[in-house]
């Protein structure tokens, strides 16, 4: 049962324009929610993270917007960059008790020039 | 500068043999986790451990052993009981993993082929 859940296994942007990455979950206990971007053979990078009290968190470039009604997360980069160029995984915990982060199957965004 | 060391990045195993994956870190974290990446499923979670000599079975946890005798240190055995060994192993860590936004700490990982 997956219960984080990344329904497209690639996208492809060009360099300056914006990306968006998306994420739906199943668990509407889950109350924060998180990005990590991952080069091949490296560790995943905490990258921006969102707590179910709010609807939008920005970061630069990165902004996460949630709708919890919707139970769906998204990732805009805006403008995209070639070093943008990654796996992204969202992942979804409950904050109480957090012991575990529940991981989406990834989504490969590749920059072109 | 702190973080996580796997070790070693790349192993071969054959078939029937035990194989341990090495994981310290030096951020003083008191939860450490285990992590299997395939192709297409994410990241799964085998083991983790909020505390030294404690540690819980996660998703995943068939055909795997780990120990915490060290807080810098969660070494993963992959035994030959486990079916579908080859794969990318992640270690990770954080403060703790009972309150708060828990923010995960990846170290680089570990590519186990079994021939």
């Known amino acids: 049962d997956q219960q984080v859940k990344q329904n497209s296994p690639s996208l492809s942007v060009q360099e300056g324009r914006i990306s968006i990455l998306n994420c739906d979950y199943t668990n509407s206990m889950f109350d924060y929610f998180l990005w990590y971007k991952k080069y091949p053979a490296e560790g995943p990078t905490f990258l921006i993270s969102i707590s179910s009290i709010k609807d939008k968190n920005e970061d630069g470039r990165f902004t996460v917007f949630l709708n919890k009604s919707a139970k769906h997360l998204s990732l805009h980069i805006v403008p995209s960059q070639p070093g943008d160029s990654a796996v992204y995984f969202c992942a979804a915990s409950l904050i109480q008790g957090a012991q575990k982060l529940v991981f989406g199957q990834g989504t490969r965004l590749t920059i072109n020039p | 500068d702190g973080g996580i060391t796997q070790s070693p990045k790349y192993l071969f195993r054959k078939e029937g043999q035990n194989v341990t994956l090495s994981c310290e870190q030096n951020?003083?974290?008191?939860?450490m986790y285990w992590y299997r990446q395939d192709p297409g499923q994410g990241l799964r979670l085998i083991y983790y451990?909020?505390?030294?000599?404690?540690?819980q079975k996660g998703d995943i946890a068939e055909g795997y052993s780990v120990s915490r005798e060290k807080k810098e240190s969660f070494p993963l055995t992959v035994t030959s009981a486990q079916k579908n060994p080859t794969a990318f192993y992640l270690c990770?860590?954080?403060?703790?993993?009972?309150?708060?936004?828990?923010?995960?700490?990846f170290g680089a990982g570990s590519r186990l082929t079994v021939l």
């Open positions: 951020l003083n974290h008191d939860a």
């Open positions: 451990s909020q505390i030294v000599n404690d540690f």
């Open positions: 990770a860590s954080s403060m703790d993993s009972y309150s708060g936004a828990n923010v995960l700490t």
